[in-house]
């Protein structure tokens, strides 16, 4: 039997998905210090393993992390990638705020509290997380 053969269109797809997807670990550096993705995301649509996207970051200079589905709340486990000055700039130049939502202000120790953690949008720490992901943060009412 004949297996299916791919158009140039789903290829094109395919890939543009697959860029579309790495964005969220590709961006990270100084004006987004934390990026993540799911291991599902990963293996199902990427086709590839934390530990090659591992490889990637670190020649990159970036620092990784892995969690699994009892470490944090996503469902299939989870893939953090960040740039650890980045970041801890970022933490300390916000340390009062850090401090007064109970965020650690080690990057390690706020990447694991986060993937952990899930904040409401009206919790003080959302904001400063949001900031991390790189994206402004929600304006309350």
Known sequence: MNAPVETEREIIQDDEMRSAILHSLIAVGPSKPIGYLPIYTIKRFL?????????????????????????????SGAFYVYDRVALEILLKEQAEAVQAAGLPSNAGAFVAHIAAVWYDTDHSAHGIIATTFGEPPLEVD
């Open 47 to 75: 086709k590839t393993t934390p530990k090659a996207l591992a490889a990637s970051a670190a020649r990159r200079g970036l620092a990784t992390a892995l969690f699994t589905t009892k470490t944090c709340r996503i469902k």
